[in-house]
Nanobody, 122 residues
Framework: QVQLVESGGGLVPAGGSLRLSCAAS????????MGWFRQAPGKEREFVAA????????WYVDSVKGRFTISRDNAKNTVYLQMNSLKPEDTAIYYC???????????????WGQGTQVTVSS
């Protein structure tokens, strides 16, 4: 059974930084692509970033390029999202998940973790 536990969220002022963590269990992250998604109040969940286990390619939604960085520690089965220069529009619940190799914006398994709340004050 796949389990994903996100942590590291909080309340920060605009321009601040946070580092989110996603501890995975049930499936290794070492040979699977991983992604981060977010859901703002009243909006649908959207893709934020993804990381390929082969070749270490990364992808980002345009709004976070240059500010967010996805990384992983295979030994810890953990994926991270370093978020710098945060903006109020980054406020959302952030989730991680395994993503498809053929479409990094599509999740591989249907289960989600509880997410971690990120709130950026103006």
């Amino acid at each position: 059974q796949v389990q994903l536990v996100e942590s590291g969220g909080g309340l920060v002022p605009a321009g601040g930084s946070l580092r989110l963590s996603c501890a995975a269990s049930g499936r290794t992250v070492s040979n699977l692509n991983m992604g981060w998604f977010r859901q703002a109040p009243g909006k649908e969940r959207e893709f934020v970033a993804a990381d390929s286990w082969i070749g270490r390619s990364t992808w980002y939604v345009d709004s976070v390029k240059g500010r967010f960085t996805i990384s992983r520690d295979n030994a810890k089965n953990t994926v991270y999202l370093q978020m710098n220069s945060l903006k109020p529009e980054d406020t959302a619940i952030y989730y991680c998940n395994y993503v498809k190799s053929s479409d990094y914006k599509s999740i591989l398994f249907a289960s989600w973790g509880q997410g971690t709340q990120v709130t950026v004050s103006s």
